[in-house]
């Protein structure tokens, strides 16, 4: 049994990456009826949805593939809500961010986007 990196600090992990990349994070952990993105974030061109999935070191299946199908569409649904409730001038991205107590943090910028999904949100 592996007891490693939580969801919590694994959260954690993904803000301090992300502000030093230069995005200022939003808000953390915004719920709507639909689901919940983990972390709402910015820089000059993007408003980021970031999906932040934690894994233990002895993990079989890296955390990407965790973001299914219909996660994403509960994500971009949520985006939606949170966008016309908050309006904003920057391109909106879907990002995942892994991170793992074995391989530390992966981030996929632009991991999916809502064209895939048109017609069925």
Known sequence: MN????????????????????????????????????????????????????????????GRFAVTAAKQRRIIKTAMLYLQQNQSPLQPRFDVIEVSGKEGLNHIENAFDIGAFHGYI
């Open 3 to 62: 007891i490693g990196i939580t969801g919590e600090s694994g959260e954690q992990l993904a803000v301090k990456h992300l502000q030093s990349e230069g995005y200022k994070i939003t808000v953390r952990n915004y719920q709507s009826r639909f689901g919940e993105i983990d972390i709402i974030c910015e820089n000059d061109e993007y408003i980021v949805f970031a999906e932040v999935k934690t894994r233990a070191s002895d993990a079989l299946v890296s």
